[in-house]
T-cell receptor, first 110, second 115 residues
Framework: TQLLEQSPQFLSIQEGENLTVYCNSS?????LQWYRQEPGEGPVLLVT?????EVKKLKRLTFQFGDARKDSSLHITAAQTGDTGLYLC??????????FGAGTTVTVRA | DAGVTQSPTHLIKTRGQQVTLRCSPI?????VSWYQQVLGQGPQFIFQ???????GRGNFPDRFSARQFPNYSSELNVNALLLGDSALYLC??????????????FGQGTRLTVV
C-alpha cells in the first residue's frame, strides 16, 4: 500500500499539450520531492517543496505544495517528447524515510 | 563530483542463492537508504543507515540485511532468494538521513533477476 496516491496512473498526450500530475496523501509531510525515472535507471530529483502553498517553477515545469502539506501537483506546459518518463512523488514526514507514490507514466507523442 | 554509484548494474541469480549489492554515496553524505522497486510500482523502503548504524527498517523479511562501512559505503544482502525478489534495487544518498534532508539522490540501481 502506497502512502502517497498519484493520479492518473498513465497519461499519453501529443507534443505541445499541457499535463498535470497529482500526488495526494492523508499524511502531513515536512517536504515533498518529485522525481523522474527512465526505464532501468534510478529516479532523478526534479524539485523539493518544503513550505505549504509553495510554488516552484523549473522552465516548463510548475510544482505546487498544498497549504496543508498533504498534497502536491506537477504541471508541464507545452510537453516535449523528452518529458516522457515515470514521474514519482515522495514525501518525508518526521522520520527518516521517503515514502513514494506508485508513479505516473507520461508518454509524449511526437 | 561523482554521484551515487551502485554495483553491479545487472545480476541474475537462482532461487535459494544469496546476493550482495553495493552502494557508494555522494562524497560528504553520511546516510544511505535502500529501496526495492518492482515493475509498475514506486520504490519501497528497505533500510536506512546513518553513521554506520541502522536507523530504520521497512517491512521486509529477515532475509534482507545491510551494513554501512566507515567510508559510508553500504552493502545490501539478500539470502535464500525468491522469485519475488526480482526487482530494481535502488540506493539513495543524503546528508542527514532524516526529516532535515530536503534532497535524496539515487544511484542507477541494480537490476536483480531471480530465476
Amino acid at each position: 500500500t502506497q502512502l502517497l496516491e498519484q493520479s492518473p496512473q498513465f497519461l499519453s498526450i501529443q507534443e505541445g499539450e499541457n499535463l498535470t500530475v497529482y500526488c495526494n496523501s492523508s499524511s502531513v509531510f515536512s517536504s515533498l520531492q518529485w522525481y523522474r525515472q527512465e526505464p532501468g535507471e534510478g529516479p532523478v530529483l526534479l524539485v523539493t517543496v518544503v513550505t505549504g502553498g509553495e510554488v516552484k517553477k523549473l522552465k516548463r515545469l510548475t510544482f505546487q505544495f498544498g497549504d496543508a502539506r498533504k498534497d502536491s501537483s506537477l504541471h508541464i506546459t507545452a510537453a516535449q517528447t523528452g518529458d516522457t518518463g515515470l514521474y514519482l512523488c515522495a514525501g518525508r514526514s518526521n522520520d527518516y524515510k521517503l515514502s513514494f507514490g506508485a508513479g505516473t507514466t507520461v508518454t509524449v507523442r511526437a | 563530483d561523482a554521484g551515487v554509484t551502485q554495483s553491479p548494474t545487472h545480476l541474475i541469480k537462482t532461487r535459494g542463492q544469496q546476493v550482495t549489492l553495493r552502494c557508494s554515496p555522494i562524497s560528504g553524505h553520511k546516510s544511505v537508504s535502500w529501496y526495492q522497486q518492482v515493475l509498475g510500482q514506486g520504490p519501497q523502503f528497505i533500510f536506512q543507515y546513518y553513521e554506520k548504524e541502522e536507523r530504520g527498517r521497512g517491512n521486509f523479511p529477515d532475509r534482507f540485511s545491510a551494513r554501512q562501512f566507515p567510508n559510508y559505503s553500504s552493502e545490501l544482502n539478500v539470502n535464500a532468494l525468491l522469485l519475488g525478489d526480482s526487482a530494481l534495487y535502488l540506493c539513495a544518498s543524503s546528508f542527514f538521513g532524516s526529516w532535515l534532508d530536503t534532497e535524496a539522490f539515487f544511484g542507477q540501481g541494480t537490476r536483480l533477476t531471480v530465476v
